[in-house]
């Protein structure tokens, strides 16, 4: 972000900021539960936490659920860093209104807390990354924390599953015998909330081995949408996955199926798209050769004389209504891409098969989105999106309501770099409680994860 931008917004109070965009905003909303009775501004301005944690509008208040390097309570070990990706399941029964949290830990090798190795949910010995399971009282004590699963690599995102389970992520595509791992990886998992070892440890395979981010589940047909973050040329793919035991339930997804990848007839990168509203009617889903990207990254292989539609960044996905939306979170000529922007929603609509582009971010407007690197997000019940900031400078969450109106909800505190050279850790894994009551967010770094409560009704 420009120093120009970061001044505005500071002399803003981050409240309030006119978003400047292309496209209906109103139209990512769309036929979710969210797109009714949404306010047209935030809750007002961020004020500043004694405690030099977490600053939240008046009348918000936070608990801090668990810090990375504190002990589990399960006894396996202590927390673990780069806390990532998460999401919220309903209590199980006799939780009397309590909710379990599923949190991804993006590490890599030399990672600060490893996920400790628990027999029977280590995939492969070498990797530091895994989920963690939080069980949470009506009042959001921490009643356990477990490891969910361990032994993976850069677990970034992912998603829920009708079934109430997680589908955790490798944003990697590391094989065995690179650095210290014993597998390949660059796999989905799934992960039980109430109880792992129902899962595991085991790589669904026939999902593909790419650098993947997240995913979203059709409901009605259980078809699986991912999309894939590459770093670089070519970029990321966006993929469906045909289960062969569609809304089977829990374990199902190991049966296999095909993965093919998204085809935009003439379009061979996303970012040349710049006009909102821009639809193609009957796009192509090509079956991918090697899912198992044996000898070639999926990415290069080769689709035949149309070739495959890239796009950078290919990050958030969701599905709300009938169709499933994805995120391109910026496009950079400098990196390769075709176009520059600022990021982008698109609408795919699987009866149809018809793909949208919903709204389209600068870069000739003087005013973006109120943050850089926008990069989790998830559906508020009370307020549209909310936007977890990966960039430089004090890291924020932003709410966006549907009337494209952009409001600071929580500002980061935890400065792990020095007065001189300050840095902030990213906000990531926001998701809301099954009964919209409680905000869960993750700051990156130093792994923490904190429930934020208040007057989400207004």
Not at 180 to 188: A, E, L, P, R, S
Not at 378 to 401: I, K
Request: charged share 20%.
């Amino acid at each position: 972000m420009s120093a120009t931008r970061r001044q505005m917004l500071t002399r803003a109070g981050a409240l309030g900021v006119s978003l400047a965009f292309s496209g209906n905003v109103t139209e990512v909303f769309a036929g979710t539960a969210t797109a009714q009775g949404m306010g047209r501004r935030g809750y007002g301005p961020l004020v500043p936490d004694p405690a030099g944690l977490l600053d939240l509008p008046k009348g918000f208040r936070y608990k801090v659920l668990s810090k990375e390097g504190d002990p589990l309570p399960s006894g396996e070990g202590r927390v673990p860093s780069n806390c990532d990706g998460m999401a919220a399941f309903p209590g199980s029964p006799g939780s009397h209104g309590g909710t379990y949290l599923v949190r991804n830990h993006e590490n890599r090798t030399g990672s600060r807390s490893a996920v400790p190795r628990v027999p029977d949910l280590t995939y492969d010995p070498g990797g530091e990354g895994g989920c963690t399971a939080l069980e949470l009282d009506r009042n959001n004590t921490v009643r356990s924390e477990r490891v969910a699963i361990a032994g993976t690599s850069t677990n970034c995102a992912g998603g829920h599953t009708p079934w109430n389970t997680w589908l955790t992520c490798e944003e990697t595509e590391f094989r065995a015998g690179d650095e210290n791992y014993t597998k390949d990886h660059g796999f989905i998992f799934e992960v039980d909330p109430y109880d792992p070892r129902r899962t595991g440890a085991v790589p669904l395979t026939a999902m593909g081995r790419f650098q993947h981010e997240a995913i979203a589940v059709d409901p009605g047909t259980g078809t699986v949408y991912e999309t894939e973050d590459a770093f670089e040329k070519p970029f990321g793919l966006f993929y469906r996955f045909l289960p062969k035991k569609p809304m089977g339930g829990r374990g199902s997804l190991r049966a296999g199926g095909r993965l093919q990848a998204l085809r935009v007839p003439g379009v061979p990168d996303l970012s040349t798209i710049q006009e909102p509203g821009t639809t193609f009617d009957r796009v192509e889903w090509v079956d991918v050769p090697d899912p198992l990207a044996r000898e070639t990254p999926i990415r290069f292989q080769d689709f035949g004389p149309q070739g495959i539609t890239h796009a950078q960044k290919l990050e958030g996905c969701y599905w709300g209504g009938c169709c499933v939306y994805f995120v391109s979170s910026f496009a950079h000529r400098a990196d390769g891409s075709a176009a520059d922007h600022y990021g982008q929603v698109w609408k795919y609509d699987p009866k149809r098969r018809r793909l949208t582009q919903v709204v389209v971010f600068g870069p000739d407007t003087d005013l973006q989105l109120p943050g850089e690197s926008p990069d989790n997000i998830c559906l508020a019940p009370s307020g549209g999106l909310m936007v977890c900031e990966d960039g430089e400078g004090a890291q924020h969450v932003f709410g966006l309501t549907r009337h494209g109106e952009v409001y600071a909800m929580a500002r980061g505190r935890q400065n792990i770099g020095t007065p001189q050279k300050p840095e902030w850790g990213e906000f990531a894994g926001v998701t809301f409680s099954p009964d919209h009551r409680t905000m869960y967010v993750n700051c990156y770094t130093p792994g923490t994860t904190f429930a934020v409560t208040g007057p989400w009704q207004h």
